[in-house]
């Protein structure tokens, strides 16, 4: 056993042992832990393994960079354990979900020191050869076969020999005593972070439950959700018809562009409720300007409101008012088109550029013409550098033909120039 690896064990073992003893896993191991319990605790490990593992991914030290290697992402794990457990439609343990909101934002402000990732990767790492003996009572109290969950016992039988690599990397970090120590408080601070979270866990009361944006995308922080299940519903449908309209989205965003699309759509419905027209459409004048100086025009958010309202106008006709919210703000936007391009000639250009990016050989995506029209738009309406986040991707030699790149190009001659005259 290496210096430090007895350093953390040694230092740490009290923690693990009153870990072990807590209320939440006494009921997981008596088989009467609730599903909301479970489900919120790997919305928690979401919350914190994107962190940490995004910190450790831009490691430059070499040692704690192959160390970190030596390991199995365990994000994807849990996004596809709790997709499984359909957690969208499911209620968090609030308390739970904003300690691991609060650790995760420590985790990323101590990241300036590497050494800092180290003890919080050797606890979840560790927490692996636990919870393989875990497993069948995560599944009994889930009802789900154990075969079927992806993050508990990740490993299989391979455990015992994923852990001692692991400790083999451990053992080759080179370490002055005060870096040492350093490691070992950040893991005795990861075992006092998730005693915490596992205490509010279970056991939990009707005031802690509420429908939390983390359920959707455990990287959406703690903006304002939807808590009526049938308007979180109406946004999870919205937000996919927006996705899928555009697969510019997923080309260049993948998977994580998807949740925050998600979560994204059910914020905008809670706005559906806000007090006041002009606070929604300053609302929204603020993620426009985000989206659009990220790569993302305006076009989308606009489709994706509609997408929204024409939902609400089916599914909540005694409601007028919420169908109404955005209405100021769409207004505006077709304002902004007919005043810098004219309906007409703008909706002729589109088409003639659709045919020529359809045209071209490789890789092609739907709509490009419509996405650079839309961005042309935002940065002549004061969002800066719309232009540039949407098209510097879209002329990208190694992902499009020459022909591709001209005419993306040569379409922003053409809006130029029809604006000028």
């Known amino acids: 056993m290496s210096d430090l690896h007895r350093l953390l064990r040694t230092e740490t073992d009290s923690l693990h042992r009153q870990l072990e003893s807590a209320a939440f896993f006494e009921a997981l191991r008596a088989g009467v832990l609730p ?69 995760a934002d420590e985790i990323l402000t101590s990241s300036d020191n590497p050494l800092n990732l180290v003890g919080p990767l050797y606890v979840l790492e560790g927490s692996q050869n636990g919870v393989l003996a875990l497993k069948p009572d995560y599944a009994r109290c889930l009802n789900v076969p154990a075969q079927e969950l992806s993050y508990f016992g990740c490993y299989g039988s391979e455990t015992p020999v994923r852990w001692e690599t692991f400790l083999g990397r451990l053992n080759l970090l080179s370490l002055e005593d005060d870096e040492a120590a350093r490691v070992a408080a950040s893991a005795i601070r990861c075992f006092e972070r998730i005693g915490t979270i596992c205490a509010a866990l279970y056991p939990y009361s009707g005031d802690d439950l509420e429908h939390h944006v983390t359920a959707v995308n455990f990287e959406a ?6 808590q009526n299940p049938l308007e979180i519903d109406l946004a999870l449908r919205s937000a996919k018809v927006a996705w899928e309209k555009f697969p510019y989205l997923e080309h260049r965003y993948g998977e994580r562009g998807r949740r925050f699309t998600y979560s994204d759509g059910c914020w905008l419905v809670t706005l559906a409720h ?83 990016f359809r045209a071209c050989t490789g890789f092609k995506v739907e709509s490009a013409a419509e996405l650079i029209a839309s961005a042309w738009i935002d940065e002549h309406c004061g969002v800066s550098n719309s232009i540039s986040a949407l098209c510097d991707w879209l002329t990208d030699v190694e992902r499009f033909s020459a022909g591709w790149i001209a005419n993306v190009h040569q379409l922003l001659v053409e809006l130029d120039r029809g604006h000028r005259q």
């Open 35 to 103: 599903k909301l319990a479970i489900v919120s605790f790997l919305q928690s490990l979401s919350i914190i393994h994107a962190v940490l593992e995004k910190s450790l991914s831009l490691v430059s030290h070499r040692q704690i960079s192959e160390l970190y290697k030596s390991t199995l992402p365990k994000v994807p794990l849990l996004v596809a354990d709790l997709e499984a457990l359909d957690a969208a439609s499911l209620a968090s343990v609030a308390p739970a979900i904003r300690s691991a909101l609060d650790y």
């Open 274 to 356: 806000a007090r006041g027209q002009v606070d929604v459409t300053k609302s929204l004048e603020w993620i426009r300007t985000l989206l659009a100086s990220r790569g993302m025009p305006t076009v989308i958010l606009e489709f994706h409101l509609q997408a929204i309202v024409r939902a609400m106008s089916e599914e909540f006709p005694g409601q007028p008012g919420m169908q109404t919210q955005f209405d100021a703000f769409l207004s505006d936007r077709r304002d902004e088109r007919r005043t810098l391009r004219g309906a007409e000639s703008r909706s002729q250009l589109i088409d003639l550029f659709d045919e020529r």
């Open 221 to 226: 922080g703690d903006h304002a959700m939807p």
